[in-house]
C-alpha cells in the first residue's frame, strides 16, 4: 500500500508541475516582444554574441521538446519555439543557449551530468527489467530486486539532483542575456520570460522529489526485510 501511495505522489508531482508549466507557457505565448526575433533568431544572436560559432540550430519535433545536444553540438527547438516570437517562445530559446554557454565554459555541474548520462538511462531501462522478471518471471527474489531497484533509483536521483543547477543557472543566463542583448524589455515581457522559465525549473523539482521518494521507499524495503 505504501509503494502505491509513493508511485501515485510521484505521479501527481510529476503531472501537476508538467501542467502548470503548460498553462504558464500558453498565457505567456501571448505576450509578444518588441525585438520581433523568433525563437531560432533569438538563439542564433545569443551564440554569436558569446563567440559560439559551431552549434547548429536545428527545428525539433513535438511540444517543448526543446534541448541542447552537447556532443552533436546541435540546439533543437521545438516548431513552436523555433519560429515563434512570443516572450515565452523567446525564453525557451534562450534557456537552451544557456546550456551552450555552460558547455562553452566547462560548467561543472553539466560535465557531471554529461558523463552520468549513460549510467542514469542504463538505471532507467534496468528499472522496468527488474520489475517485469520479478513480478512476471519470478527471475529474480524480491531481496536482489528490492537492492538492485534501491541502487537504480539513487542513480536516478542523483542525477535528478545534478540537473537542478544546471537548469536553473540556464535559465538564470537566459534571463541576463536577454535583457543584456535588449531582445526583452523590463515589465511584461521580462516577467512573461521569468514566469515561463521557473514553472519549467518545477518540472526538474518535481522529478528529483519523486525519484527520492522512491529511493527512500526502497531503502525502507530493504531495512524492514533486515530487521
Known sequence: MFGLIILGVTLALSLGAMGYLKSVYARNSQVPVASG?????????????????????????????????????????????????????IGVAAHECGHALQHQQHYAPLQIRMSAVYATNFANSAVSLVVFATVFFHLISPYVATWVLALCFGIIMGFNLI??????????????????????????????VNQTLNAAGL?????????????????????????
Open 37 to 89: 526575433l523568433t525563437g531560432a533568431q533569438t538563439a542564433a544572436r545569443i551564440l554569436q554574441a558569446a563567440g559560439i560559432h559551431d552549434v547548429e540550430i536545428v527545428e525539433g519535433e513535438g511540444f517543448l521538446g526543446d534541448h541542447y545536444d552537447p556532443l552533436n553540438k546541435k540546439l533543437v527547438l521545438s516548431p513552436d519555439n523555433y519560429e515563434g516570437t512570443s516572450a515565452a517562445q
Open 203 to 227: 518540472t526538474y523539482v518535481a522529478a528529483f522529489v519523486g525519484s527520492l521518494l522512491q529511493f527512500v521507499y526502497y531503502l525502507m524495503m530493504i531495512n524492514n526485510r533486515r530487521n
Open 163 to 192: 540537473t537542478l543547477p544546471v537548469e536553473f543557472d540556464a535559465s538564470h543566463r537566459a534571463k541576463v542575456v536577454l535583457q543584456q542583448l535588449g531582445i526583452v524589455r523590463p515589465g511584461p515581457e521580462a516577467q512573461a
